[in-house]
């Protein structure tokens, strides 16, 4: 088994542990043994990460409301380069 094949199991392996010709690639490659123990220690400082919670609903709106501010003040900036384009201005 090469590296490549090794590599194309890898679901397979992490879930079942593999058989026993991923085992023996695993004992004699040192790049892939080295990327399931990679791969092992993500998984398991994932499962430590806590759940992030909402923020409350007054963030959302203070969002919303930032982006309604900016959304109309885009629009304004829009319309006055339009203008200028049918006055023919190009450069502002």
């Not at 004699?28 to 909402?54: N, W």
């Not at 930032?66 to 502002?92: D, N, P, Q, T």
Request: hydrophobic content about 40%.
């Amino acid at each position: 088994m090469n590296c490549a094949e090794f590599q194309e199991a890898l679901p397979y392996i992490i879930d079942s542990g593999g058989d026993a010709e991923h085992k023996a690639h695993l004992r004699s490659c040192l790049v892939c043994s080295d990327l399931v123990a990679d791969l092992k220690y993500i998984a398991d400082q994932a499962k430590l990460l806590v759940p992030m919670e909402d923020p409350p609903k007054r963030v959302w709106t203070g969002i919303q409301r930032s982006l309604e501010r900016e959304g109309s003040r885009a629009a304004g900036h829009r319309g006055r380069i339009l203008k200028f384009r049918r006055a023919g201005i190009w450069s502002l």
